[in-house]
């Protein structure tokens, strides 16, 4: 069989497995015209489902700022930050996101993904260990293992299991790392953060966290944490990823995390915009609040926990249940993407709701209606156990 066509069976034999399991994935178009509104397949829906917390995406104030970026700097930055790609506009964003996380220094990295890849492995070697919350971010797991440090994983949120891996294994390793997210972005619940750093402190160990989810709309209380990671993807509406730290640390990134040596700066208007959605979070903290006040709304109309972030699970067990209420909620003009295995461990499929700040209230309780009425009868009764 030439090499092509054993390729090309290959490749259909794995996407056929993944169909049988409801878990093959597709693009589909998605012309967003307005801050919540899709267009898919021609059905305009208001989304449930993007990261864009605070619509900064679409915001007039934010575009003007990345347009006059791009026409003072130009579309892209031309190389790496360590050769002639580090643009003015680089220094005033580190700055201000310092400043917002109470440290000395910060970097930028082309995005939150290529953050994570860089920082653990200059950061953790082989005669490392490092502790790692069981729902971490694919991207902390990936930069985890390109580290070649020892791994262990910790039972979700257990500051209990965590303390018994280093009581067992710190001393035997030179420098320890616990790493977690803030906002777990499938489960939207917040890291014990203060403890752990407590913790991390009793065992001589670093915390690293990953503020990709909270950044803008949760508040956080980690100024004493000494690796604050995150993105600028989110609720910022721009693109990107930051570390938080102090100034030799910074330094060390510049020097060592391979994803911010041989990768192109950002270009200038990605970083204008980042700069202006900053400026107008701190402008308008009641704006920024809204997220979280409407998915504690939802919360609270359907007898859920209430919602520590804007996002909220409803598990609904196998992955063909998830695809089905998902289905049901586009039917009826809504768009929540149905998260399925491998993002999510197999029998923990999902509707994940994301709520915005200008999601009309009418709306949420129009979805929160179709909820009980439409999708709660489609949960396994195990599943229910878990929402």
């Given at each position: ?196 750093q407590n913790l991390a402190t009793q065992h001589d160990a670093w915390l690293m966290t990953d503020d990709a989810h909270g950044l803008g709309v949760v508040k956080s209380s980690s100024h004493d944490v000494p690796l604050q990671m995150g993105t600028l993807s989110k609720a910022i509406g721009a693109y ?148």
């Open positions: 069989m030439p090499a092509i066509a054993s390729l090309n069976a290959f490749a259909s034999a794995k996407l056929a497995a993944l169909e049988a399991q409801s878990l093959r994935r597709q693009l589909t178009e998605s012309r967003r015209d307005e801050a919540m509104w899709i267009t898919r397949n021609g059905k305009r829906l208001l989304s449930f489902s993007c990261n864009d917390y605070l619509n900064l995406t679409q915001h007039p104030e934010i575009i003007a700022a990345s347009v006059a970026a791009t026409q003072r700097w130009g579309v892209g930055s031309g190389g790496s930050r360590l050769v002639t790609g580090n643009h003015v506009l680089f220094d005033a964003l580190e700055t201000k996101l310092a400043a917002l996380k109470g440290t000395q220094a910060a970097t930028v990295f082309g995005s939150g993904y290529l953050a994570n890849v860089g920082i653990i492995p200059a950061l953790a070697g082989k005669s490392d260990l490092l502790l790692v919350d069981e729902l971490a971010h694919a991207c902390i797991w990936a930069g985890a293992t390109l580290s070649g440090a020892r791994v262990l994983r910790f039972a979700h949120n257990s500051l209990t299991h965590a303390a018994e891996l280093l009581a067992a294994h710190r001393l035997e390793h030179q420098h320890a790392l616990i790493i977690t997210d803030h906002v777990f972005s499938m489960d939207g619940d917040l890291a014990p953060v203060a403890a752990l990107g990823g930051y570390l938080c730290a102090s100034r030799p640390v910074i330094d060390l990134i510049r020097n060592r995390a391979r994803s911010f040596v041989y990768s192109t700066g950002l270009p200038p208007g990605t970083i204008g915009a980042a700069i202006a959605s900053l400026d107008l979070i701190a402008r308008e903290p009641d704006y920024a609040a809204r997220p979280l006040a409407l998915a504690r709304r939802f919360t609270s109309a359907l007898g859920l926990p209430e919602a520590q972030s804007p996002i909220v699970p409803l598990i609904l067990g196998p992955a063909a249940a998830a695809l089905a209420a998902s289905q049901k909620l586009a039917d009826a003009g809504f768009l929540v993407a149905a998260i399925r295995p491998p993002t999510v461990a197999p029998g923990t499929s999902r509707l994940r709701f994301t709520f915005t700040a200008q999601h009309p209230v009418a709306e949420v309780d129009r979805l929160t209606a179709l909820i009980r009425t439409q999708i709660r009868p489609l949960i396994t009764l195990d599943a229910a156990t878990r929402t």
